[in-house]
């Protein structure tokens, strides 16, 4: 199988990760000099947002499948045209499902329209603590704790300075995240995992098996699944949910290629969601394995730290954006593996540790 991933980023080195995990050829395009995923694959420095359609099916020829490991939307809707016109190879993205999943207020209205639970919206007088979060930013940028109303109100005094925001109470409890795949609506979930946030709400931890009951995990994956059926799914889906005073709340749905879960749960499981993914839409190589989910999972924390004048420090994967390409160590501080970038023997560098037990 040869793979062509556009973008070498954090999403980009999910998928450079995973492929090398299958035995499968994939070639990374991105218009940085050094991005993240380079030092795993053979990287193409390409600025894809100027080529023409015929630059674009010239790249793209003799692929056996397209994954977009980016956020742009126009670029998106570009690939998906030149995919519906016959122009590229298969595109592993469902444009309907981005569209949607790519807004918190279209997500949201989702949620509300399923009867699906979810965080209270603030409205002025409300009482407790809130959260304000771009609609269509992923992640945590430009995520905002705000102690009560009037801070809202202070931070966004107009209804104009809170166009594009999803404003809605905070709530305090552990997160979770569980991915889907499904051919036209018809879906499959898979591992649950939690998630560990840093300081400015970007995860920097995920832990494998979840610790949620078995009834819990069914609730949660009933949900997504729901929510992929609801959305003529196909392709790849994640859901994340935090739990609070015993009932999940969901908080978003992105239907693109996630960073840091599927690694924890290839670790965990052996489910490859690279290659779940691609059977969506392309026939696989024969023999490729595909393993159900283990009864008996491995126990696996993924982590990324940060460390710097002699301290180690959990931080989210922003933190290896910018010390360029990572290097795939073996039994790196105690881990089974690791991503690490910088300069180890200097004592400043990133790394993800990936511990299994």
């Known amino acids: 199988m040869r793979l062509l991933c556009l973008g070498a980023g954090l999403q980009g080195l999910e998928v450079a990760y995973l492929a090398l995990k299958a035995g499968w050829e994939v070639t990374l395009v991105d218009r940085r000099k050094a991005p993240p995923a380079s030092g795993l694959a053979k990287t193409l420095r390409v600025d894809l947002a100027s080529l023409g359609p015929f630059q674009m099916a010239v790249l793209c020829s003799g692929y056996d499948l397209i994954v977009p490991a980016l956020e742009d939307s126009r670029l998106l809707e570009t690939l ?95 997160s979770y995240s569980v991915e889907v795949t499904a051919v036209a609506g018809q879906a499959r979930s898979f591992q649950v995992t ?9 995860c920097c931890r995920v832990t494998a098996p979840s610790g949620l009951s078995a009834s819990q995990e069914r609730q949660l994956k009933s949900m997504a699944e729901r929510l992929a059926m609801e959305m003529s799914l196909t392709g790849l889906m994640d859901l994340e949910a935090i739990l609070c005073r015993g009932r ?12 840091q879960t599927p690694m924890a749960v290839f670790w965990s499981t052996g489910v490859n969601l690279l290659v779940e993914l691609a059977a969506c839409f392309v026939g696989l190589p024969p023999g490729t394995p595909r393993p159900a989910m283990a009864d008996r ?5 993924f982590e990324q730290v940060l460390a710097s004048a002699g301290h180690v420090i959990p931080q ?15 039994d790196f501080m105690g881990a089974r593996e690791a991503l690490v970038s910088g300069n180890p023997k200097g004592g400043h560098f990133a790394a993800t540790l990936i511990r299994v037990g």
């Open 80 to 174: 998906a045209g030149a995919r519906a016109e016959g122009r590229i190879p298969p595109l592993a993205l469902d444009i309907g499902a981005y569209r949607l999943s790519s807004s918190k207020i279209l997500s949201k209205r989702l949620f509300s329209a399923l009867g699906l639970p979810q965080a209270e919206a603030w409205a002025p007088g409300a009482k407790g603590a809130f959260i304000a979060k771009p609609s269509c930013l992923s992640g945590s940028r430009g995520v905002r704790f705000l102690r009560d109303s009037l801070e809202v109100l202070e931070a966004f005094p107009s209804p104009g300075d809170r166009d594009g925001l999803v404003i809605e109470e905070w709530l305090d409890g552990p």
């Open 194 to 202: 939690l998630l560990g946030m840093d300081d400015v709400y970007d």
């Open 248 to 259: 999940f709340s969901l908080l978003e749905i992105d239907a693109r290629f996630p960073s």
């Open 297 to 301: 999972p491995r126990k696996v924390v």
């Open 316 to 330: 989210g994967e922003h933190i290896l954006s910018g010390l360029g390409p990572v290097t795939l160590v073996e």
